[in-house]
């Protein structure tokens, strides 16, 4: 049932993006959870990791996700100030703003790192927000930037 | 350590435009030519070429010694994918392409190197990649005509025109032409195929005498010293200054400590043999935590010793070739080059010597 | 080579005094071989050795690194010459609890700038005179005005091209990376009991000189780095394969700097970004 | 101390105590007008006399300023002092005729007749009050500091006023004349250029006003008064102090401070309540534009016995009962655009109650409620509205109101009645809004300090909206009430009980339970950099110093202290070396979940 019920929504044909995102236990994991309690449908493409805060996420968490072939990454925690751990939240937020800039100037994409605040009564922000980065990346196509390091072919 | 009789051998002439000729011609048959270019401002690689317009001559050493190209720094030994039924599907293939390779312009102390290297690779066992891609590459070295005061080739057996495991050894011209020598089968296959542009030399040519380059230490000496000085303070005061840094090691033609990593995700990896170093500290330490060579003057200690004590006793020759890699990358001034001249004369003025004196 | 013949003698004058009255245990400066290119580190342990000491325009090393070696601070209390550059990088080491200040005594030595063209390093650097050593030796020097907009150029440059192009630019530079972490063994800050690459349970960082691995241990790297690194460059001096670390190194310092205002090392008081915040931090991006 | 005799009574006072207070402390009433305890008596209206039998000089002397001295006998009520004071009041009778104190103690005084001619006879003002005892002008000088007002001109012309009667910004508008004046004499609009401002009565919706010191509400706990400072003359001038002067406890001591208190505590239970939403949004209902128009809690405040108007109902227009009167509901309640989507749950009970209260007030009035659901959903809820309808307490009219605008004294309530399909117009006397409650102003700050969630509307997160509605996800601290949703009073109660227990619950043991994903360190790679220090927000991180079995220190590392530590990871992320763990959120853990991507 499971299995037909997939082959339903997914045609084949149509290249699926990957999409990894970190989300901070407390608020953006509860956001999602309250999509879905509140049966707001958003695309089945991301994959979410659970992390307790967003301060939790070592931005080499970003690259790992490339590596393994993650079209986008998002990074969603508490909005400011809201921190279930007070703080945890601004850390991330210097960690990993100065990391997509460090990205960005090694010529990565920034487009596909994306970092957002969804509280846990934001269950429609969550929604859009989803369905927004997955527009985007499926308008960006497949990572190719990175796809083609993964090979891992010969060095120097 | 010239191993062949230059008389026995043959001297051809090659008259102006054989590089390009001899690229075309070997790209017309096929095989893969690798040359020295400039990659980037003032550094000169080997490298894969379709044109001898890429190809330059100006160059001293090129940057990274010529073991790369038979030692790669990485290469997948094997890769292993898991299947649906729970299964691990294990392919050691593919090993080394088939493809010759002619390589131009390799120097004579990083060819040399290989013997060394040879020697290990087949030692207790066969490392067939190894041996597949030495196996399919011709190594045509160009005569050194520029040592520096970093290199030290006399200092252990070698010459600016040794022709140690080169299977032709060029001596370029002025005017665009060359003198070969011939060393090997292979070189004279290499020479075979280029008969339109290359013709046997006239009786008693002579190859060019070779660059002076001075001898700075007798591995002999350093040896006889190295014998009875495992435990020293010596190697305590040469590891202060050394950062462990490695850079020596990875740049030496004849180093060859590799590590076996494997890079895998659920799904599938690979196992892969990777340059290593053994001044690294995790190069020796064990899961436990334990480490045999704990500190950095036992590492710096087993550099010396391989190279100058280990290697000469398991194989006869030394494991250096002089190519002055080391001494030019090191960054707190310390290299093979002052370890050795130190450890000479500590040899000649005997254990009393002041160490941190010489050494500082 | 301009030995600076002032300050080298009374550098030597002052190590001798400090070994000969037992005030350190060793004393770390530079000395020079005939015939050698650059003025290399060297450890003074004997009052009379110390006339081998020099000062000299190609002392490039940054000799903090050697402060958290185990062998090193087993020789006592640790006299280190240390020009305005390499004070910052002592002040990070103060920071992060590696070297107490009472362990060290800091023979400040002004300095106008090393290499011949001066380092990129010594044209922006405002630290020619280093401040709260415990000695200087020799004359202040004037410090000259800093073109703060040329603090950052090897990054500027680079940020004025496209994505595409960095990437062209970056992915070749790091091909060449073979892993020999040399730039990690020079730097003064990476004094890591294990580095995050040989961490393996679980494995970070690929340690295969792929390019997927040298992407990865180079963000690593300069992340590690961030709001810490004080400009040495010996990273890029001892990258055996010209890889331009400082580049990265200098965007990040530059952001730190625009961001929060941030010098790293000026102080062994201040904090690092990282460990702090502030609630109105830049929030440019974030959706 | 002095002891002296009144009325053939010994009493002991301190040195420096008046007749007055000897004669007080003896429960004896010697009438007083120009006295005021606070002020420096000045003896200026005669009425306190008393006669000095023996002791000092013999003769009549006024109680208020007169010390007491040893061995005085004093007569209060001797035929010379009735006859002293009946003289006094006939005199101030004919100045003032118009002060009503005046007259009664003339009567109480046996007074029928006056020998002297009134001075109303010459000014025609038989409403002057003033008996020029100056009591307000001492007051004002000597107490409040100000100066304000002062005597002005001579003989018959001698009036209180304002210096060179020019009013000056010197009046603080404070009002304590008026406050003082023993015949109500005084309008401190006469003195003050500004108006002056009365401070709206909170606990009763600003409808009436209060004084700087006050008890909050009734049955405020502790039951005591406070000083509003930012309208305390003392506070604002220096100056007053008149409390201070006569709390016969000695309780007011202007330098106590606000401060704050520190305490330890195993749990916090957030019970911070609700405000409700200013309806003046909504200009269509014409709140703050019509003062007929009240909330809801305003009418409460209305009805109650303890409100402004001792709960008599009146209009706030023109103090009439209100004959008609309709409650509108759902004001900003279950309204998506510029309002709350949610329901506050307790309009429907009220606005029942309401009715109810509304008919015992005004018995021939009538009851108009409009309202979308009625919804009645707790014990004995559903009954006690049908018995409002059924009873013709209130008629109920389901619809919304469009307008609501003023059409003479009448304000005229438009709607639209849903079940007949009709529109209605009602002309009210009053009109009473069930604004939407919302969470406390401040409940934002209040969730960040305790590291508590907040939904949209500001209310506070529960840990699980079916398994856990009274916990929050941080550990030890609890909700009750409104400050989690509106709530009524039984369920308030009853989530109250629930978080005192969950909070006792967790007190009571020995040893806390703690989550087991916290930090651990890897103190074999541990740098001792103590960044992680920096990031953590729980002050769990200290440095432990490694040592061998000589008791030589090998290396100072991180430790996380176990209770202290809540697991967010921030120092993982933070160290370099990887030498931190968060359990179950373990760097291998992840990494497997992030290559899940590849499944």
Known sequence: MIQKAKNETTDPSEWQPRIVAFLCNWCSYAGADLAGMSRLAYPAAIKIVRVPCSGRVDPMFVIKSFEQGADLVLVSGCHPGDCHYTSGNYHARRKLLAFRELMTFFGIDPRRFKISWVSAAEGAKWSNLVKEITDEVKALGPFETYSEILTGETGP | ?360 | MNVNSTVTESLQSAAATLLSEGKVGVVIGYGRDAGASISHPMFIRKPEDAERLVFDDCCFGNLAVYLPRDKVRSMGKIGIVVKGCDLRAINVLLREHVVKRDDLVLIGVPCTGQGDPLLHKCSVCEQHNPEGCDMVVGDPVEQPAIDATQRYKDAASLDDKSLEERWAFWSGQLSKCIRCYACRNVCPLCYCKRCITEKTIPQWIDTSAHLRGNVAWNVARAFHLTGRCVGCGECERACPMDIPLGAINQKMAQLMDEWYGFHSGLSPDEKAPFTTFKVDDPETGIL | MITLTIDGQQVEVEPGKTILDAAKSLGKVIPTLCYHPAVPAAGACRICVVEVVAGDRPGLVPACAYPAKEGMDIQTQSDRVMQSRRMTLQLLLARSPGAEVIQDMARDHGITENPFPERAKQTGDKSEKCIMCGLCVRLCQQIIGASAICFDGRGPDRKVSTPYNNQSDVCLGCGACAFVCPTGAIDPADYSPSPIEKIPNEFNCGLDSRTPIHIPFPQAVPNKPLIDRDNCIRFKTGGCGACETICPAGAINYDMEDEFVEEEVGAIIAATGYEIMDPSIYEEYGYGRYPDVVTSLEFERMVSASGPTNGELTRPSNGEPPKTIVFLQCIGSRREVNGKPYCSNICCMYTAKHAILYKHKVHDGQAFVFFMDVRAAGKNYDQFVRRVVKEQIATYVRGRVSKVFARGDKLIVRGADTLSGTQVEIAADMVVLAAALVPSSGIRELSQKLRVGFDEHGFLLEAHPKLRPVDTNTAGVFLAGCCHSPKDIPESVAQAGAAASKALGLVCHTRLSREPTIGIVDESSCNGCFECEGVCAYGAISAKELKDKKGNTLATVANINQGLCQGCGACAATCRSKSIEVQGYRDDQLFAAINAINR
């Open chain 2, 1 to 360: 350590m010239r191993s062949t009789n230059v008389d026995e051998q043959t001297l051809y002439t090659a008259q102006a435009g054989w590089l390009k000729s001899a690229v075309d011609i070997l790209q017309g048959a096929g095989v893969d030519v690798m040359a020295p270019v400039e990659t980037e401002p003032g550094v000169v690689e080997l490298a894969t070429v379709k044109s001898s317009e890429a190809v330059t001559l100006d160059y001293q050493n090129v940057r990274l010694p010529l073991k790369r190209l038979f030692f790669p720094i990485t290469e997948v030994v094997l890769e292993f994918k898991s299947q649906p039924e729970g299964d691990v599907d294990v392919q050691s293939e593919p090993l080394v392409s088939e493809t010759e390779v002619v390589v131009l312009g390799a120097r004579p102390c990083g060819v040399a190197a290989l013997e060394a290297l040879d020697k290990v690779f087949h030692w207790d066992y066969d490392d067939v990649r190894y041996s597949a891609r030495r196996a399919r590459t011709t190594l045509i070295s160009f005569a050194c005509t520029r040592p520096d005061a970093q290199c030290f080739c006399t200092s252990v057996g070698g010459s600016p025109h040794n022709t140690t495991q080169s299977d032709v050894l060029v001596y370029l011209e002025e005017n665009g032409q060359a003198l070969m020598q011939v060393c090997s089968d292979k070189g004279a296959k290499f020479i075979e195929q280029l008969r339109d542009v290359v013709k046997p030399a006239p009786a008693g040519t002579q190859p060019p005498a070779p660059p002076e380059v001075k001898e700075k230490f007798d591995p002999a000496k350093a040896k006889a010293w190295l014998d009875e000085h495992f435990e020293s303070d010596f190697w305590t005061e040469v590891a202060l200054k050394c950062l462990g840094c490695g850079a020596c090691s990875y740049l030496c033609p004849t180093c060859h400590c590799f590590d076996i990593v494997d890079e895998a995700n659920w799904q599938a990896g690979q196992r892969r043999r990777n340059w290593d170093c053994c001044s690294h500290p995790m190069f020796t330490r064990h899961a436990s935590g334990h480490n045999p060579r704990p500190d950095q003057a036992s590492r710096c200690r087993q550099r010396i010793m391989h190279k100058f004590k280990y290697f000469p006793e398991r194989f006869g020759q030394v494991a250096c070739v002089g190519c002055g890699r080391c001494v030019r990358a090191c960054c707190v001034g310390q290299n093979l080059v002052s370890i050795l001249t130190d450890i000479e004369s500590k040899a000649k003025g005997g254990d009393k010597a002041d160490v941190a004196s010489t050494l500082n």
